[in-house]
């Protein structure tokens, strides 16, 4: 089984590759908000070369963290729906099964801490070190959480 992570945002996205829990590729995807202010063109470059790199693999799976209302901040959140509407979108053409789980569903799934004080910088820094403790590789947190997104589909220990 081949899956992909995708840990989005609108400047800098994680976009990782496991082929039967084998780490395969992984890629951060910057686009400098000062050059492009616009953040639909930025998603819109973001878009294309996650789909270049997917249409590199056979890809069975995509797990991409569900867009949540992250500190009442709602137009952040419209641009990452609007960011998953279109991986959702490559992924039915592509007859790709796409998967977008909650962040607290996906990090109980590879046992990182959840819930009541827990804070997001701990839970980023957890996704780092299990990356490279588990791969051997160091990894800024998007590319450690899209590693970990694609992990939780194998359902391991």
């Known amino acids: 089984m081949v899956v992909a992570g995708i840990d989005a945002s609108t400047t800098a996205t994680g976009v990782s590759v496991m082929k039967d829990c084998e780490l395969i590729y992984y890629e951060l995807i910057a686009i400098d908000s000062k050059k492009e202010k616009d ?12 789909c270049e790199i997917l249409d590199g693999y056979e890809i069975d799976k995509v797990y991409m963290e569900k867009a949540i209302c992250k500190g009442g901040n709602v137009d952040i959140t419209i641009k990452l729906a609007y960011l998953s509407g279109g991986m959702s979108l490559y992924c039915i053409q592509k007859d790709i099964e796409f998967n ?12 990182i801490k959840n819930g009541r004080g827990v804070l997001r910088n701990e839970q980023k820094a957890q996704a780092i070190q299990a990356v490279k403790d588990e791969y051997g590789i160091d990894v800024g ?8 997104l694609a992990r939780s589909a194998f359902k391991l220990p």
């Not at 953040?39 to 996650?50: D, N, Q, S, T, V």
């Not at 947190?141 to 970990?148: L, P």
Request: overall charge positive.
């Open 39 to 50: 953040a639909y063109k930025r998603i819109k470059e973001m878009l294309i070369r996650i």
């Open 100 to 111: 977008n789980p909650l962040p607290a569903t996906w990090r109980a799934a590879v046992g």
């Open 141 to 148: 947190d998007d590319v450690a959480e899209s590693i970990c």
